[in-house]
């Protein structure tokens, strides 16, 4: 088993680029992927952002964008903008015993 | 349109059941798993359990033996029965599609609160 390990926050200028990490904290060197990002605005459910580490769904905007090194993924939203403000959320493929397991989530801020 | 629609939460006290349910529309439901994941107070999201296409259950830890996952295909539907609940199961409840390895459709959420 292993946890995701988020940043409980992070804070960008409008127009400024951030990372959010993800980083999978567990002895098992066994793969990390199916890595996915979810967006979350206050009342409102999660929407999908990025899936398969760095593909997006349809309609998201290009100013989002996943990537992995090791045991670390990443999100990148670039051009920040007023409505990127929300709580961000990595998740990723577990194990044949627990299946997803999610981060802890990270407040996003734009200054 | 593709959505899912939650019901069934509501208030219940401790160590009673809730019956979940979330109801599918605008796409083949059966070809799809689907999952459950909430959202206690302030808190971050949790993933709950999952339900494939051919019926493979999987639970997180704290869930096992009290939560039971279902699927109807006919009804184009997916349930959660709860049972043994605790304060610490009150949260929103949201099903969410199961797709290229990601949730990519979630419903609104219903809210089950856990108090005497």
């Known amino acids: 088993q292993f946890a995701l390990t988020q940043p409980a926050s992070v804070s960008g200028s409008l127009g400024q680029s951030i990372t959010i990490s993800c980083t999978k904290t567990s002895n098992d060197v066994g793969s990390y992927d199916r890595v996915s990002w979810y967006q979350q605005h206050p009342g409102k459910a999660p929407q999908l952002m990025i899936y398969e580490g760095d593909q997006r769904p349809s309609g998201v905007s290009n100013r989002f964008s996943g990537s992995k090194s090791d045991n670390t993924a990443s999100l990148t939203i670039s051009g920040l903008q007023a409505e990127d403000e929300a709580d961000y959320y990595c998740c990723s493929y577990g194990s044949s015993s627990t299946f997803w397991v999610l981060g802890g989530g990270t407040k996003l801020t734009v200054l | 349109e593709v959505q899912l629609v939650e019901s069934g939460g509501g208030l219940v006290q401790p160590g009673g059941s809730l019956r979940l349910s979330c109801a599918a529309s605008g796409f083949t439901f059966n070809r799809y798993a689907m999952n459950w994941v909430r959202q206690a107070p302030g808190k971050g999201l949790e993933w709950l359990s999952y339900?494939?296409?051919?019926?493979?259950?999987y639970y997180v830890d704290s869930v096992k033996g009290r939560f039971t996952i279902s699927r109807d295909n006919a009804k184009s539907s997916v349930y959660l029965q709860m049972n043994s609940l605790r304060e610490d199961d009150t949260a929103v409840y949201y099903c969410a599609r199961d797709d290229k390895w990601a949730f990519d459709v979630w419903g609104q959420g219903t809210r089950v609160t856990v108090s005497s």
């Open positions: 339900i494939s296409s051919t019926n493979d259950i």
